[in-house]
């Protein structure tokens, strides 16, 4: 036999010494790969075969991780070959002091070693034969013939079929909640918190240029701060300008000059406090026009509503009107939150505020902060910009596998902006909006599922949403089959009153798993001039929430 190249042999080695800590840590992973480690396939032989096989025997039969047990290697591996093999693997840390890598990762990634080495292995033999051929027929033939038999194409029956009702452990583990990922405040918090879970496939229906990029983004930002995140780019925007956005959101300062200066920026507020109504009787003076869109379809100007110098914008007595958010909903699921949330009633105001230039020593020292926040809880935050139309999801397979094997890093959140500019599988131009869709849909959504992921991406809207007040199924864009697809679907609405006042509204068009309403909404705050769209996930946002309970207390 061809001995391998050396490029080969140190891949083999280090995937070999991968799968092994998942095999050491993960239960799953050591009961699901020990059938397959045969030693006439792996590189290690008879000594990773022994390994892998009494790993997955202990973890069978004690149903835990032989590193679950807290029992030295020696206890459990009783192969001397095997355990001086594992004693000698370099187990270099993992992001956010995990053990091992995902379960429904490593076997993706176990898989498709198995079956490269099946046919690299066979197509070794095959030339062995071949190049005997001439002096011994009969010998060439027995040894392409032992050779198919031995290493035909790999396959672990992925449609498995078993006894139903035959794993109980797995079916009560489903009566057990499982936590979100991240979490979001306010409204939208209540609207999405529940969804933001492993195996979630989550797409956001907007019209153009209402703020998906951004919004994307300061997903990816919340999630980062707890889980191990990729924002993948495939518009028009290089890594700088991508990253920054990032700084905006994290220092409140713009990075360009042309969004610096003063600006009306839209902030929460209750209806109780606008109207003198509040439950508790601890909200501020009222205002003297209650509806704030009747100020905007006037002609007023959010700056204006700001400065109080609007017919109605100013409080009762003449003086300014001042939000109050003392009863913003927290989702904590603290009885104080539950009381909370029965006295907010949603609205919108509007303040003052100067954004500066950002500078190189703040820019510095966030970097150093929010990378010090994500390493505390065990996240981080990937940027991968791509040319509009060049991403493809077999591309996005390989940028996964090369992050894992350059890296270690294995994103449990993948935020994609977005779906419509990924490049399509080839095929007829009329089917270029329609089958080639379908497929780059349904390629996503395996993905998702086959890696246990939370997936977010967006889609756009088509000119039926034109001055609609509520987006419909009927107004998805390039693809119905989003909706198909997904996991949850919901919609940013916008009219030309809001658009002007810098709010929107999100509704939940559509979800597999637990209630939704499109007419239920949850009001938002945008803010386009600093290119930060979505204050209920910004740090801006935040801090003038906090400013106006303390205010008020």
Known sequence: MNEPSESSVIEATDMESDLARSAWNDQIFAVWFAPFAKRNVLFNGSRGEDFFRECGEFAKRFKTAPAGSGDNP????????????????????L????????????????????????NTLLAERLSDAERIRGEDPTRADRIASEARKEFASFSDSVVNCKDALDN????????????????????????????????????????????????????AIASARREPTLYIGTGDEDEDELNGRVATNLTYRAVEPEYAGTFGVPVPDCSHNAAGTCPINRSGVPRQLKDWKVMIEGGATPFELADGTADGAKAINGEEYR????????????????????????????????????DRPLLEDTKKRFNLECAMAGGKLKIAPCASGSLTVDGLYELLAMLDRTENFVPRVIVLDYAD????????????????????????SALRSKLKILLITATQTNG??????????????????????????VTLNQTVQERRAHVMRMSMLYARKGAFDP???AMCCQWHEVQDAFAFSMPVFCKIKNETCKERD
């Open 519 to 521: 007419e239920h909404q």
């Open 464 to 489: 039926l949403s034109d001055g609609a007040e509520t987006i419909t199924r009927r107004m998805i864009g390039r693809s119905k089959k989003v909706a198909d697809n997904c996991t949850w679907l």
């Open 74 to 93: 020696s206890a459990v591996i009783h192969s001397p070959a095997a355990l001086e093999w594992f004693r000698s693997i370099p187990l270099p840390p």
């Open 421 to 444: 500019l990924m490049k399509q599988d080839a095929g007829r131009d009329s089917d270029k909006d329609n089958d080639g869709m379908r497929r780059l849909w349904e390629g996503l």
């Open 168 to 219: 109980v452990d797995a079916i009560m583990a489903l009566a057990e909640s499982t936590p979100s990922l991240f979490l979001l405040d306010g409204e939208v918090g209540r609207m999405l918190n529940k969804r933001l879970k492993p195996n979630n496939f989550g797409v956001i229906l907007a019209d153009q240029k209402i703020g998906k990029t951004t919004l994307l983004l300061d997903l």
């Open 95 to 118: 992001p956010g002091g995990r053990t091992f890598k995902p379960t429904a990762w490593q076997i993706d990634k176990a898989r498709k070693y198995l079956s490269s080495r099946h």
């Open 323 to 358: 939000p109050c958010c003392r009863c913003f909903p927290r989702n904590d699921g603290t009885p104080e939150d539950a009381e909370r949330r029965r006295n907010w009633r949603s609205a919108i105001w509007w303040r003052k505020l100067g954004v500066d230039l950002i």
